[in-house]
């Protein structure tokens, strides 16, 4: 019966910190249903407007042999992650499918495997998804090679596109997940064990306006009269972008958790806790409200003021950002690949993309709660579940939930700024790209270190495209990629999928990407 009581106290505790995150639910590189079936590279591939977020140049190029078709159309692209080395299925395989108990050394082995030997390591996870509501791209007559009578300074490519960015990020550590599986154990918790947990959310929309042109290129006869080489073009591109603040929220909530012997009179479970919680706008209003009605005495409760209306949307921030990039483009006659079509391209992508800060400066507020709880579990004769649900209001709106209020100033954030360099062949219905990326901060799921993607395509009658693709790198192991669709002269439809196989490093990542509906006229 002991055991169950404080199974519970464990599972109310849980709930109510969680709880404090209220909120509904940006990938380091832009990706489409195409690029991210051929591993999630594409910086000398992704056209349309796309290509504002990704490699601007590419506003002049067009994928499909022969297409005399110089709009593109779009709606409701998406895309979709979820990663993180809290997601380590490796270890959810091993201990939590198999039947086995969770205590003791094997909890010890889990946990170990899982997070490290120190409670407080941590882990993370990570949620995000990128929306394409509308775009909209257009090339002059003649801006791809296949003008080659067109002079260079008539040949252009212009978009506009929007992008919904959301990512949330939940991180907690040893501390926190040895409580969880093993309850209010006073055996391992005799003394102050660390119980740690943040969770970041950043949510903006962006307006991108591009424009690509083509390049003189010196002595252009000459180079076309080398071997190999058939025709010889450079893009640039430039795609500028407004940001707009949807939301953003900061939790950081530090505390100590000590649970005494049961034989012992007096307090059973000591939480000495410290949190912070950033917030703008709706939100910093209600819970303001809220904190003044604490101080004057009242007995306002806590889910009373949890509301979210968005009525605040597009009023929290704003900001500035930047895509630039390079494409040089090359018809070329590799005798070894006629076999399979005489009509080759090669590309050599450069780009440089989100470059550029948003700030959040509606109404900035942080909000803080520091105490103790001490608690003894012993309920007399009182109801068990009255018991509870008495202790889950008290600890939400008399605890936790009694924190102090103060303006903050604005807080900026950086973008997931990445450089990218990336090739891609094309030789009649098959395709082939290899990328790296480098990131220059950790926003988001941006990562510090290089990532290599390798992809292929084919077209099957012409018109049904199978892709695949592995990527390499990223504090991750080795992922691979598929993905197919419908890819008529006018309209295209197509989904991609990407998975890590050994989420032992680094964690699992899970991506998907549909296409939405994309027009060619």
Excluded: C
């Amino acid at each position: 019966m002991k055991n169950y009581r404080y199974k519970l106290i464990s599972l109310a505790l849980f709930i109510v910190f969680y709880s404090i995150d209220n909120s509904t639910n940006a990938q380091n590189r832009h990706y489409n249903a195409m690029t991210l079936g051929m591993g999630g590279g594409g910086v000398a591939l992704i056209d349309g407007y796309h290509a504002n977020f990704l490699n601007p140049a590419n506003l002049m190029i067009d994928n499909h042999e022969g297409s005399v078709y110089l709009n593109q159309l779009g709606f409701m692209g998406t895309g979709i992650s979820l990663d993180g080395s809290l997601l380590n299925i490796n270890v959810y395989n091993e201990y939590l499918t198999k039947g086995l108990t969770i205590e003791g050394q094997v909890q010890e082995d889990m946990l170990d495997s899982w997070f490290g030997t120190n409670d407080n390591d941590q882990r993370a996870i990570n949620i995000s998804n990128d929306i394409v509501p509308f775009g909209y791209s257009k090339r002059t007559s003649g801006a791809t090679m296949g003008g080659k009578s067109v002079p260079f300074y008539k040949r252009a490519g212009f978009s506009i596109a929007t992008r919904i960015r959301n990512n949330q990020e939940f991180t907690i550590n040893r501390g926190f997940a040895n409580v969880f599986f093993s309850g209010l154990d006073s055996d391992k918790f005799s003394e102050p064990h660390p119980f740690d947990l943040n969770t970041k959310f950043l949510s903006y929309a962006e307006v991108s306006v591009g424009y690509a042109t083509a390049l003189p290129i010196p002595f252009k006869g000459i180079i076309k009269k080398l071997p190999l080489i058939n025709d010889i073009d450079i893009f640039v591109g430039i795609a500028p972008k407004y940001l707009i603040g949807i939301q953003s929220f900061e939790l950081d909530f530090a505390s100590t958790l000590q649970v005494n012997s049961p034989f012992i009179k007096g307090n059973m479970i000591i939480h000495d806790f410290d949190y912070k919680l950033y917030t703008y706008g709706e939100i910093s209003d209600n819970l303001e409200e809220y904190a003044e009605k604490k101080s004057d005495g009242k007995d306002p409760l806590l889910a009373d003021y949890t509301g979210y209306s968005g009525s605040d949307i597009g009023t929290l921030g704003s900001g500035f950002g930047l895509d630039l990039g390079v494409t040089l483009a090359m018809d070329v006659s590799l005798p070894i690949l006629n076999v399979l079509d005489k009509n080759q391209q090669l590309r050599v992508s450069l780009s440089l993309t989100d470059q550029g800060t948003i700030s959040y400066n509606n109404k900035p507020m942080v909000f803080n709660g520091k105490g103790t709880f001490e608690f003894d579990p012993d309920i007399g004769d009182e109801d068990p579940a009255d018991f509870f649900n008495d202790l889950a209001d008290s600890l939400q709106n008399d605890i936790y939930g009694n924190f102090t209020s103060e303006s903050s100033v604005e807080r900026s954030y950086d973008l997931p700024a990445t450089l990218n360099l990336g090739a891609a062949l094309i030789v009649g219905k098959l395709l082939v790209s290899g990328d790296i990326s480098y990131g220059f901060n950790d926003i988001s799921n941006n990562i510090t270190e290089p990532i290599f993607t390798f992809g292929t395509q084919y077209r099957f009658f012409d018109f049904i495209p199978i892709r695949f693709g592995t990527r390499i790198g990223g504090g991750t192991s080795t992922a691979f990629s598929t993905g197919f669709g419908i890819d008529l002269k006018n309209l295209e439809f197509s989904v991609g999928g990407l998975i890590v196989t050994d989420s032992s490093i680094g964690g699992a990542n899970l991506t998907g990407a549909l296409s939405g509906i994309v027009i060619r006229f």
